[in-house]
């Protein structure tokens, strides 16, 4: 049924009003958010990693390309999968073509079929078939102790994490600061990494 054009207009501004929204509280965020360990689908979230200026806290410049996705939220603990890696030299993070380049991060405890460290040449391409999130030890945002990183039980006996800064939801993205600094951005709206993004998300 076709909709009248006032009543289209109050969707686009109830649409637009649900897009400016800030979102802080990390019960929040995670409301929002889509997790392996509850979907039976395998949402990943596409952006960029950038610079972050020590000094002013600013967001500068673009660092790596970023696919993260969410494993679980329990008790004010996030935790996540993520690989990082270089842009091509056109630019472009090309999220579909990703086998080419090295993953340039990733976690270390994560039983991940297609990712090497030093100079192999990984793939951040994510799947429930190529990254064992049942029995994988993940990062995680602890919300609690404000600590971001790799947790204890994978890199013992303190892990090696760095602090939360910061951690919202903004038009339309999944932003978190951490201190080393480093500013991590996704789309809000998750794909199937089978049908990744063609262009930059952002």
Not at 45 to 62: A, D, I, M, N, P
């Amino acid at each position: 049924m076709w909709k009248s054009a006032a009543a289209i207009a109050a969707l686009l501004g109830a649409a637009s009003v649900a897009h400016a929204e800030t979102i802080t509280d990390p019960a929040q965020v995670a409301a929002k958010l889509h997790f392996w360990a509850q979907e039976t689908g395998e949402p990943v979230y596409y952006g960029e990693v950038r610079e972050v200026s020590k000094r002013t806290k600013q967001v500068l410049g673009h660092y790596q390309c970023l696919a993260i996705a969410f494993i679980k939220f329990e008790n004010g603990v996030f935790q996540y999968a993520h690989k990082m890696w270089d842009k091509s030299k056109d630019g472009s993070c090309h999220y579909e073509d990703v086998t080419s380049k090295k993953v340039g991060n990733h976690g270390a405890c994560v039983k991940d079929s297609e990712a090497g460290f030093g100079k192999a040449v990984g793939t951040a391409h994510m799947s429930k078939s190529n990254i064992d999130y049942e029995h994988s030890i993940f990062r995680a945002i602890d919300t609690n102790t404000r600590q971001v990183g790799e947790t204890a039980a994978c890199i013992p006996p303190k892990g090696a994490s760095a602090g939360l800064i910061s951690i919202k939801i903004e038009d339309g993205r999944f932003t978190l600061i951490s201190s080393y600094p480093l500013d991590y951005e996704v789309d809000i709206e998750p794909q199937d990494p089978k049908n990744p993004p063609t262009k930059s998300v952002f």
